[in-house]
């Protein structure tokens, strides 16, 4: 069969030349020659050596190679794939070079061939994990190593995120990556309120987690002058330190130059309805991140005195609400509100996404003004 020789790195531009001109064989794949260069299978259609739509590169003839597999599936005995075909699992989560699947009953038997296959066909998996479920007070993931690629079992990763990278750990410390779209709208919102501040702010993040929403807000230049963030599970706030240690040393100015230093800077591993306890805390931040959505709403009363009165100020947080109940929840959110002294100057409430057939997971945003 005729292939293209080309240069390894335009391969993808001529692989893209040739299905637009309908030249590319189907059903065969491109191999690697032995000069380093890229074959590429033609069909019939394709010009003959020599054409100049080839721009000086060769044609060579090559036995066709089979395209590789597609799918983690393809490389499982056909015959087991045949016989268990509607219980393999259809989904499955990566957190940085860590997978995470659900396995039905029926096909224990074969999980760990199931695993070896999806090593084969994902080489930035290091371990495969089975997710046995929620567990603790923390309800972290039970996960149970299947197949490794370099005999570790560790859980702790890192993931890129918006362009910043985070330690995770699945095993330990709740992280949602569906949630990454709700971190940028908590940054274009910390923009907004600093512009109109006309300064850096202060943001506090009581259920802070590994850190996400920080990430976001200082990879921003000029953005924050200072932080207060935390988490109930220590594990959590272990990885939260080490994601803030870094992001901080990573900050740059808008010139480009070595960023001041941050100030204030607080990591506290407490229950969040304490944190006002600490007088320094308390009016000392200009944005408040409420995410503990199952309790959000009824820790407010506890954590709006951590938002300054004297300014505009925001919160920001994230509830999962019973669908005929959503009225009533924003109404709960207004009356904690004016209770800690703010007025609302705007109030947004929006579903993000749906959370079960009677339940929905919201964002909720008020834009305060001063104590009267």
């Known amino acids: 069969m005729r292939h293209l020789s080309v240069p390894s790195a335009q391969t993808q531009q001529w692989l893209e030349r040739c299905r637009s001109e309908k030249w590319l064989a189907e059903h065969t794949g491109v191999t690697t020659l032995g000069d380093g260069n890229k074959a590429i299978p033609l069909n019939d259609s394709a010009p003959q050596a020599g ?14 190679k089979g395209k590789p597999p597609s799918h983690w599936s393809e490389h499982l005995d056909p015959e087991v794939f045949e016989t268990h075909k509607d219980d393999w699992p259809k989904a499955y989560e990566t957190q940085g070079d860590v997978l995470i699947v659900k396995i039905e009953d029926g096909l224990w038997d074969y999980a760990e061939m199931m695993a070896d296959a999806m090593l084969t066909q994902l080489p930035n998996i290091r371990l495969v994990c089975a997710d046995l479920g929620v567990h603790g007070d923390f309800r972290v993931r039970d996960l149970h190593p299947l ?40 940054l274009a919102t910390a923009k907004q309120l600093a512009a109109r501040l006309n300064r850096g702010i202060v943001v506090a993040d009581p259920y802070a987690g590994v850190g996400p929403s920080m990430g976001a807000l200082l990879g921003e230049a000029d953005l924050l002058t200072g932080y207060h963030a935390g988490d109930l599970n220590p594990d959590a706030v272990e990885l939260l330190s080490a ?7 990573k900050r740059k100015t808008v010139d480009g130059n070595d960023a001041p230093m941050i100030h204030p800077a607080t ?5 969040a309805t304490t944190w006002t306890h600490d007088e ?13 959505p199952h309790d959000s709403i009824e820790h407010l ?14 919160l920001r947080g ?6 005929t109940q959503e009225a009533e929840s924003q109404q709960r959110i207004e009356a904690a509100i004016a209770q800690a002294g703010h007025h609302i100057e705007s109030m947004q409430f929006n579903e993000v996404k749906g959370f079960s057939a009677s339940k929905s997971f919201v964002c909720f945003e008020a834009w305060l003004g001063r104590h009267d």
Request: aromatic share 6%; charged share 25%; glycine share 6%.
């Open 243 to 249: 994601n803030l240690a870094h992001l901080t040393a």
């Open 267 to 271: 990591v506290v591993c407490s229950d």
């Open 51 to 64: 054409d100049e739509s080839w721009r000086g590169n060769a044609l060579v003839d090559l036995e066709p």
């Open 318 to 323: 994230w509830a999962i609400v019973e669908r």
């Open 280 to 292: 320094t805390l308390k009016g000392s931040c200009d944005l408040l991140l409420v995410n503990l």
């Open 147 to 186: 197949a490794t690629r370099d005999g570790t079992v560790e859980t702790r990763t890192r993931i890129r995120e918006n362009g910043y990278m985070l330690w995770v750990d699945a095993s330990k410390v709740y992280f949602s990556a569906r949630l990454a779209n709700e971190r940028i709208e908590t």
């Open 301 to 314: 009363p506890h954590v709006l005195p951590l938002l300054r009165g004297d300014q505009t100020a925001v």
